[in-house]
T-cell receptor, first 112, second 119 residues
Framework: QQQVKQSPQSLIVQKGGIPIINCAYENTAFDYFPWYQQFPGKGPALLIAIRPDVSEKKEGRFTISFNKSAKQFSLHIMDSQPGDSATYFCAASMPNFNKFYFGSGTKLNVKP | NAGVMQNPRHLVRRRGQEARLRCSPMKGHSHVYWYRQLPEEGLKFMVYLQKENIIDESGMPKERFSAEFPKEGPSILRIQQVVRGDSAAYFC?????????????????FGPGTRLLVL
């Protein structure tokens, strides 16, 4: 059973566009939602994370929007660049966590 | 400050052989996590270890897989009698401490992974 559902599977945008990646969850015990960025041949790297007591968090060009009632959260990349081309994973964990539940990933291609 | 190190980066095994994957956590980190990533899929949690203790192995297959994190040396993920379905990327992550549920989360830093191919 997929604890965290992610869409779309792949995404192509032009440089400067704003790709949006969406995730949904069912388990209301989740209370920490990170996003990871993974380049080919590399391990995932933490990009930004949010807790459900806030509806939005920005770090540089990356923004997480969180809708607690809908149990959905999304990643927006402002002014996207070709260097942002990577696979993005959302994840969720519970209090006193010891593991993350990952979405299936979104492969982003930003065209010059 | 070296990050999480994993070796080998690539491992080829024939069916029935054993695979040993090693993970050296970041300096000062005593919490290690192993995840498996199948092609075109997200990471799936396997096991969480602290020094000399397995804390949570709920994601580990019941047979053929084992993990350890000894007092000295790297964490080892061991797969006995490998089958083709074991072919995947195996990632190790480490953190300084586990989440408290109160003060936020300790970031998990991931290694570059070991890509296992079973022929």
């Amino acid at each position: 059973q997929q604890q965290v559902k992610q869409s779309p599977q792949s995404l192509i945008v032009q440089k400067g566009g704003i790709p949006i990646i969406n995730c949904a969850y069912e388990n209301t015990a989740f209370d920490y939602f990170p996003w990871y960025q993974q380049f080919p041949g590399k391990g995932p790297a933490l990009l930004i994370a949010i807790r459900p007591d806030v509806s939005e968090k920005k770090e540089g060009r990356f923004t997480i929007s969180f809708n607690k009632s809908a149990k959905q959260f999304s990643l927006h990349i402002m002014d996207s660049q070709p260097g942002d081309s990577a696979t993005y994973f959302c994840a969720a964990s519970m209090p006193n966590f010891n593991k993350f539940y990952f979405g299936s990933g979104t492969k982003l291609n930003v065209k010059p | 400050n070296a990050g999480v190190m994993q070796n080998p980066r690539h491992l080829v095994r024939r069916r029935g052989q054993e695979a040993r994957l090693r993970c050296s956590p970041m300096k000062g980190h005593s919490h290690v996590y192993w995840y498996r990533q199948l092609p075109e899929e997200g990471l799936k949690f396997m096991v969480y270890l602290q020094k000399e203790n397995i804390i949570d192995e709920s994601g580990m297959p019941k047979e053929r897989f084992s993990a350890e994190f000894p007092k000295e040396g790297p964490s080892i993920l061991r797969i006995q009698q490998v089958v083709r379905g074991d072919s995947a990327a195996y990632f190790c992550a480490s953190s300084l401490r586990a989440g408290s549920g109160l003060a936020g989360r300790e970031t998990q830093y991931f290694g570059p992974g070991t890509r296992l191919l079973v022929l």
